[in-house]
C-alpha cells in the first residue's frame, strides 16, 4: 500500500506490472494515452468514451480518467483531463482467461493450472512470452443450476447456458476463447463446465461430444466485472486514491 501522492506515470506501471504488459507488443500494452502532470486523487474508470464522459468527469472532479477502448475519444473533450488505457491486457488478466481474481470469487480451491497458450511478437519479429488463454481450478461440487446462479450473481445475468451432461460439478474453465480445440482440452484435464465471454457455434460439435457443460456470460459482463476487479485492485493499492466506476447498465 501507498500514501505518497499518485501520478499518472505511477498508475500506468502499477498496472503494466499487475497486467504483465511485457508479454504483449508496443502496440498492444497500454498505459498513458493523454499525460497530465497533477497529482491524480480522483480517478474515473469507464469502458468506452460516452456523450456524457465530460459531465462525468466535472460533476466527479475527475483528475484522470482510465478508459478500456479510448480510439472515440473526442480530443476537445477535457484537454487537461489525463487519460490511461489497456484494451487487451485488461481483457485477459481481468475478463474472461488467466484470472486469479475471478477464480477466487467463483471459490477456487486448487492451485489454477493454465489451459490453451498464445504469443505474440515484437514489431521486430522476436517470440514474446506466452500467455495462458484461460485457466481451470477445482472448487467444492455443485449442481449445475448452482453454479448458473453463482455465476450469474457474479456477472449480473448470461448470455447463454448450456448445461451438457454433467451432473455435479467440481471442475470448472475460465477460458477467454471457446473453439473446438479449447473444448477438447478441457474436457482432456477432466473440467466438466466451461465458463466464457460469447458463446461460439463453431465450437457446438466439442460441446455435444464431450457433454461438456457450458456458461457464456457476455462480453460486456465480463468487462463490467473486471472494470469493479481493476477498482479494487487500484483502492488496495492505494487507499487514498479515490476510484469512480461509470454507472453500470
Known amino acids: 500500500m501507498n500514501s505518497e501522492p499518485v501520478f499518472i506515470d505511477d498508475i500506468a506501471q502499477f498496472l503494466h506490472q499487475q497486467f504483465a504488459v511485457n508479454r504483449y507488443p508496443a502496440s498492444e500494452a497500454g498505459g498513458v494515452f493523454r499525460?497530465?502532470?497533477?497529482?491524480?486523487?480522483?480517478?474515473?474508470?469507464?469502458?468506452?468514451?460516452?456523450?456524457?464522459?465530460?459531465?462525468?468527469?466535472?460533476?466527479?472532479?475527475l483528475d484522470a480518467i482510465w478508459l478500456h477502448r479510448p480510439w472515440q475519444l473526442d480530443p476537445s473533450v477535457l484537454p487537461a483531463l489525463?487519460?490511461?488505457?489497456?484494451?487487451?491486457?485488461?481483457?485477459?488478466?481481468?475478463?474472461?482467461?488467466?484470472?486469479?481474481?475471478?477464480?477466487?470469487?467463483?471459490?477456487?480451491?486448487?492451485?489454477?493450472?493454465?489451459?490453451?497458450?498464445?504469443?505474440?511478437?515484437?514489431?521486430?519479429?522476436?517470440?514474446?512470452?506466452?500467455?495462458?488463454?484461460?485457466?481451470?481450478?477445482?472448487?467444492?461440487?455443485?449442481?449445475?443450476?448452482?453454479?448458473l446462479k453463482e455465476i450469474s450473481q457474479q456477472f449480473r445475468g448470461y448470455d447463454r447456458a448450456e448445461a451438457g451432461h454433467q451432473t455435479m460439478i467440481s471442475r470448472v474453465a475460465v477460458v477467454g476463447a471457446m473453439t473446438d480445440k479449447l473444448i477438447q482440452e478441457a474436457a482432456d484435464q477432466g473440467v466438466q463446465l466451461y465458463v466464457t465471454g460469447q458463446y461460439r457455434k463453431p465450437a457446438q460439435d466439442a460441446v455435444n461430444q464431450t457433454g461438456m457443460a457450458v456458461v457464456a456470460v457476455g462480453h460486456r459482463r465480463s468487462e463490467e466485472w473486471g472494470m469493479q476487479a481493476l477498482a479494487a485492485l487500484l483502492r488496495t493499492h492505494w487507499p487514498t486514491l479515490e476510484v469512480e466506476i461509470r454507472a453500470l447498465g
Open 35 to 61: 499525460p497530465t502532470n497533477k497529482p491524480v486523487q480522483r480517478l474515473g474508470l469507464a469502458l468506452e468514451p460516452w456523450p456524457g464522459l465530460e459531465n462525468w468527469a466535472l460533476m466527479n472532479n
Open 82 to 147: 489525463g487519460i490511461l488505457t489497456n484494451h487487451l491486457p485488461f481483457d485477459e488478466t481481468l475478463t474472461m482467461g488467466y484470472n486469479p481474481s475471478l477464480a477466487q470469487a467463483l471459490g477456487a480451491t486448487s492451485p489454477l493450472v493454465p489451459l490453451g497458450f498464445k504469443q505474440a511478437t515484437t514489431d521486430t519479429g522476436n517470440a514474446l512470452p506466452q500467455r495462458a488463454v484461460g485457466m481451470l481450478f477445482e472448487a467444492d461440487t455443485h449442481e449445475f443450476d448452482a453454479w
